[in-house]
């Protein structure tokens, strides 16, 4: 069964530090099209960060240069590194993988739903807070 958990989100000050990290299982993260996402209650979900089978990475403007997004592919690991966090990065943040298959997420009160076709299987978030 396809997997994905989110670890490593919390409480940090401006200026902070957090590595997020996404433990996968059942399937090969090297096929396959991997992404961080984030959802503030009241807005849309956002990509952050997203790196594909073929090894392209991509940042959303508001995070480049401050965000990298790396993976283990032999450890099923995905990785999220944040460094100087700002208020405005407080939000859940979300693992997503596209696999390349039929399956699409269901569930209509899912933060991400409207990107269900782009990702199709979700973690189930873990909250990053940003104090003044």
């Known amino acids: 069964e396809v997997q994905l958990v989110e670890s490593g989100g919390g409480s940090v000050h401006v200026g902070g530090s957090l590595r997020l990290s996404c433990a996968a299982s059942?399937?090969?993260?090297?096929?396959?099209?991997m992404a961080w996402f984030r959802h503030i209650p009241g807005n849309e979900c956002e990509l952050v960060a997203s790196?594909?089978?073929?090894?392209?990475?991509d940042y959303d403007e508001s995070v480049e240069g401050r965000f990298t997004i790396s993976q283990d592919s032999a450890k099923k690991m995905m990785y999220l590194q944040m460094t100087a966090l700002k208020p405005d990065d407080t939000a859940v943040y979300y693992c997503?993988?596209?696999?390349?298959?039929?399956?699409?997420?269901?569930?209509?009160?899912?933060?991400?739903?409207?990107?269900?076709?782009?990702?199709?299987?979700w973690g189930q978030g873990t909250q990053v807070t940003v104090s003044s």
């Open positions: 997503a993988a596209d696999l390349g298959n039929s399956q699409i997420l269901t569930d209509s009160n899912f933060a991400c739903f409207a990107q269900r076709y782009e990702y199709n299987y």
């Open positions: 790196i594909s089978e073929d090894g392209n990475i």
């Open positions: 059942g399937f090969n993260l090297a096929a396959a099209d």
